[in-house]
């Protein structure tokens, strides 16, 4: 069995409005990825992912190039439990 990750990062720049979180979610898609990612009300996104090591590590440095019209860095990445995960990668509204 594949070893098995989840993190949560945050990332900043020009991410919202620019449809980070529908290229979020369509990567994660592609991966078999769960989780979700959301806005915040501070300007920030915040992705919490959990699936292989290797898919998710993958899909965080293709989160960091991120669509053409974002401009993002990762500022905080951290490794939570694996416990009650969704079935699927979902955006979420505030």
Known sequence: MDDQIRKCVKVVGRVQGVGFRYF???????????GYVRN???????????GNTKDVDDFLCILQKGPSSSRGDLVTEQ????????????????
């Open 24 to 34: 979020a979610h369509k990567q994660a898609k592609k991966y078999g990825l769960v």
């Open 79 to 94: 490794v939570l439990p694996l416990q009650n995960l969704p079935d699927t990668f979902d955006i979420r509204y505030f």
């Open 40 to 50: 915040l009300p501070n300007g920030e996104v915040e992705v919490d992912v959990a």
